[in-house]
């Protein structure tokens, strides 16, 4: 599957490149991606459709190397000196990985640190991100006693405290209201506005126009 996605306005200067080459992946014991190859460079953002156990989210982990790769490869270029393509990427799955009797504030402290924001210029302070998906005034809130749409929120915010170039998003927008989902897509085209990329999984429009698509075919 070949696709080349258009190119809005990248930061240039130091541009990554996500290169998946004749990819394949089995999942107990039986194939279910072969021959996946695209190209996406900095300020690019895929999404990656089709139908129910096609293999969206399978594609999503075997480039986050959480899958192992039954044939071809994932290569992550430019995206730092020495960076391993697991520390370059956000990958955003079904599970908010918050501790719930910490604040949201006291949660994206904790996932900033531990991923290194102060390494790069371009992470937010935690107010600014909470800011981006709408969740200002839950900043002291417990994580346990927010709302799905909210504490799906906060699981996007923390894409913005660290910043790093890859985002893997799983479903993305799952029980967020429109105004949240507009504001996800602002903060999905800042991250291509500043070189960074986007493989999203999704089955609803993720407001991002200018985003190549990879339809994954073979329906289960
Ligand atoms: N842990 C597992 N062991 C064996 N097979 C699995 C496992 N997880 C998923 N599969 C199979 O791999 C295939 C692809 O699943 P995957 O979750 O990637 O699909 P998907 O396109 O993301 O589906 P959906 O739209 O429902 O989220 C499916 O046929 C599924 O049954």
């Known amino acids: 599957m070949e696709t080349s996605p258009h190119r809005p ?9 996500l290169k998946v080459e004749n990819l394949a992946v089995a999942r107990g014991g039986r194939p ?22 096609v293999g969206k989210s399978t594609l999503l982990r075997a480039i986050a190397g959480l899958l192992p790769h039954s044939g071809g490869t994932v290569a992550l270029e430019g995206a ?40 790069d ?16 005034h839950a900043l002291d809130a417990p994580f346990g006693a927010l709302s799905a749409g909210q ?15 890859l985002w893997l998003l799983d479903e993305p927008l799952t029980a967020l209201d429109r105004g949240s989902r507009e504001k996800f897509a602002a903060a999905m085209r800042a991250h291509c506005a500043l070189g960074g990329l986007i493989v999203a999984a999704t089955h609803e429009p993720l407001g991002l126009e200018e985003a190549g698509e990879l339809a994954l075919g073979a329906p289960q």
Do not use: C, I
């Open 80 to 119: 730092g000196e020495d960076q391993e393509l697991a520390q370059a990427t956000h990958y955003l799955a079904h599970a908010d990985g918050m501790k719930a009797a910490l604040t949201v504030r006291e949660n994206l402290d904790f996932w900033g640190n531990y991923l290194g924001r102060a390494e």
């Open 151 to 165: 504490k799906r929120r906060a699981a996007l915010a923390r894409l913005l405290v660290a910043f790093r170039p």
């Open 32 to 53: 279910v991606l072969s021959g996946v190859n695209f190209l996406l460079s900095g300020g690019e953002a895929l999404v990656v459709t089709g139908r129910n156990g």
């Open 9 to 17: 306005h990248a930061d240039r200067q130091t541009v990554p490149r």
């Open 121 to 136: 210029r371009r992470s937010r302070p935690v107010a600014e991100a909470l800011a981006a998906v709408g969740l200002s």
